[in-house]
């Protein structure tokens, strides 16, 4: 019917998006995996995938994780968007670390089924339903978020742009500091200038807000521009 049309039409929207997107239950199993998530686990060495399960390689971030996951997927009863959490994965030889942020689905979401069955990227397990949503970040390719339209977009001054980037980007606040050149101090008032022109309260809803700013692959949908 009608749902199931819809359902279908999300699904092959975000099967365009560049950002990586991974829908799974509680217990980390698959749901759905759209090709831009799929190309990232192929490359990545920081994931594997076990019996239809994402599988960190690092027990300490699979442990983080899985605790991150469990209780956001049990914490969205009605839906709560603003529930989430980040994670840093590393991969062997603790290069290239994947950024993770899992934001639970409510009820409402997870109970329309995901993917409808017709779908390719859908998993075969028709009883797994969605719980949390995983958005995956390679920050190795550092310039999936420009700075130049974070400033436009929340109207922040070039280095609170910089800096908000880095955050996203997984960097800590050390490691901002020394590629600006400038105090942990001046990196933390420029933060806290960040979350008050973005209206938000922590790392986590800064980097779901800006790695949930939709850009598509270059055969996808043409983005509008202004002016």
Same mark, same amino acid.
């Given at each position: 019917?009608?749902?199931?049309?819809?359902?279908?039409?999300?699904?092959?929207?975000?099967?365009?998006?560049?950002?990586?997107?991974?829908?799974?239950?509680?217990?980390?199993?698959?749901?759905?995996?759209?090709?831009?998530?799929?190309?990232?686990? /192929?490359?990545?060495?920081?994931?594997?995938?076990?019996?239809?399960?994402? $599988?960190?390689?690092?027990?300490?971030?699979?442990?983080?994780?899985?605790?991150?996951?469990?209780?956001?997927?049990?914490?969205?009863?009605?839906?709560?968007?603003?529930?989430?959490?980040?994670?840093?994965?590393?991969?062997?030889?603790?290069?290239?670390?994947? =950024? $993770?942020?899992?934001?639970?689905?409510? /009820?409402?979401?997870?109970?329309?089924?995901?993917?409808?069955? &017709?779908?390719?990227? /859908?998993?075969?397990?028709?009883?797994?339903?969605?719980?949390? =949503?995983?958005?995956?970040?390679?920050?190795?390719?550092?310039?999936?978020?420009?700075?130049?339209?974070?400033?436009?977009?929340?109207?922040?001054?070039?280095?609170?742009?910089?800096?908000?980037?880095?955050?996203?980007?997984?960097?800590?606040?050390?490691?901002?500091?020394?590629?600006?050149?400038?105090?942990?101090?001046?990196?933390?008032?420029?933060?806290?200038?960040?979350?008050?022109?973005?209206?938000?309260?922590?790392?986590?809803?800064?980097?779901?807000?800006?790695?949930? =700013?939709?850009?598509?692959?270059? &055969?996808?949908?043409?983005? /509008?521009?202004?002016?």
């Amino acid at each position: 019917g009608r749902l199931v049309g819809e359902t279908g039409l999300a699904c092959r929207i975000v099967s365009r998006l560049r950002q990586a997107l991974v829908l799974t239950d509680a217990d980390l199993r698959i749901v759905y995996c759209n090709p831009a998530a799929q190309r990232l686990l /192929a490359r990545a060495n920081a994931f594997s995938e076990r019996n239809g399960h994402l $599988v960190c390689r690092n027990r300490e971030d699979d442990a983080r994780l899985r605790s991150a996951v469990f209780a956001l997927a049990g914490a969205n009863t009605p839906a709560r968007p603003t529930d989430s959490a980040v994670i840093r994965v590393i991969g062997s030889g603790f290069i290239n670390p994947v =950024m $993770v942020l899992a934001t639970g689905l409510g /009820a409402d979401e997870a109970d329309a089924g995901g993917p409808p069955a &017709d779908d390719p990227q /859908a998993t075969d397990d028709a009883p797994a339903r969605a719980r949390v =949503m995983l958005l995956l970040h390679d920050t190795a390719r550092r310039r999936q978020i420009d700075p130049a339209v974070i400033g436009e977009v929340f109207q922040l001054t070039r280095a609170e742009a910089e800096v908000a980037t880095g955050l996203a980007e997984g960097m800590s606040i050390e490691e901002i500091a020394g590629a600006r050149g400038v105090t942990l101090e001046t990196v933390r008032a420029q933060i806290r200038a960040v979350y008050g022109k973005a209206d938000v309260r922590s790392r986590a809803d800064l980097v779901r807000m800006l790695l949930e =700013m939709p850009s598509f692959d270059q &055969d996808g949908p043409p983005v /509008a521009k202004h002016g």
